[in-house]
């Protein structure tokens, strides 16, 4: 059984869906067609030889997945990073930390609000 070691690289967000479609590519060549079809060519299938290709077979799918895996690890972290960067307030709608741009938001709330001063919490 082969190792496996994480790998981690970064692309510009313009060129993630090339490199994505590129490790799909990658991973679904992998898939050893030629095994998977001489599984049919075996006379006796309760034999030593269907166990040896049924091992191969199964090595071959352990790589594809791995490789899926991967691939869909990225897309569901772009899709989040999407999702979170649309979740995001505007830049208008963030609240200041300044001191005396809080007062000027708390004056443009009571101007909105109306001129009843009567319920101010006192300082």
Do not use: C, W
């Not at 981690?8 to 490790?23: A, C, F, G, N, P």
């Not at 490789?67 to 899709?79: E, M, S, T």
């Not at 200041?96 to 009571?110: M, N, V």
Request: a negative charge; glycine letters at 2%; aromatic letters at 4%.
């Amino acid at each position: 059984m082969s190792h496996r070691v994480n790998i981690q690289y970064s692309v510009e967000i313009e060129e993630l869906d090339t490199e994505v479609q590129r490790l799909l590519e990658t991973t679904l060549s992998q898939l050893d067609v030629q095994t998977l079809e001489s599984l049919s060519e075996f006379k006796d299938v309760l034999s030593l030889a269907t166990i040896e290709q049924i091992d191969k077979i199964r090595h071959s799918l352990a790589i594809v997945d791995h490789g899926l895996r991967d691939v869909n690890n990225i897309i569901a972290a772009y899709l989040n990073f999407q999702a979170q960067e649309y979740l995001e307030p505007p830049p208008s709608e963030i609240v200041p930390t300044d001191p005396q741009l809080l007062e000027e938001k708390i004056a443009q709330f009571k101007d909105l609000a109306g001129d009843d001063t009567s319920h101010e919490i006192p300082d």
